[in-house]
């Protein structure tokens, strides 16, 4: 079943999300940027709701946030990030240590509704080396979530 059928089904516009509408307003180019985090789950239905977007950009769309705001060390002191919208947008220039590069997440996004989700079998790599409750509770959503729509999970802890 192709993503864009499942969206149908599930009945779910994105575009009508309070944190992707602050995220499009942007205006930024979609081959600089992809969402991850816990962004992905809600795009594809696994979760209704996030508490922010971690968005993982590169070139003019780092440039466009960066001008927005100052740039502070990610919390996993890999990087740097931009916080906008009060924290609810968290754009990074790079992703967690032992995850691939910005530039290798942004070209293999999966467009949902037009924008650009990390997929979920990286998701449930990175989530499988953490040992946060909330990462681990996620595993058993992607997980159950790819069993039941037949899809391979050949990652993850």
Request: charged share 25%; net charge neutral.
């Amino acid at each position: 079943m192709g993503l864009s059928v499942l969206q149908k089904e599930r009945h779910l516009d994105l575009t009508k999300h309070p944190l992707v509408r602050r995220l499009l307003s942007l205006g930024l180019a979609h081959k600089d940027y992809v969402v991850a985090g816990s962004g992905p789950l809600l795009a594809h239905g696994i979760r209704e709701n996030v508490g922010d977007l971690d968005i993982v950009a590169r070139g003019a769309a780092w440039k466009a946030v960066a001008d927005l705001a100052e740039p502070v060390p990610a919390p996993s002191a890999h990087g740097r990030m931009v916080r906008l919208f009060d924290g609810s947008l968290e754009f990074f220039d790079s992703w967690l240590p032992d995850s691939s590069s910005p530039d290798s997440l942004i070209e293999r996004a999966e467009f949902i509704c037009g924008i650009p989700f990390c997929p979920l079998l990286e998701v449930l790599a990175w989530k499988g080396r953490s040992t946060r409750q909330k990462d681990r509770d996620d595993l058993l959503l992607i997980r159950n979530h790819l069993e039941r729509n037949g899809l391979n999970r050949t990652q993850g802890g």
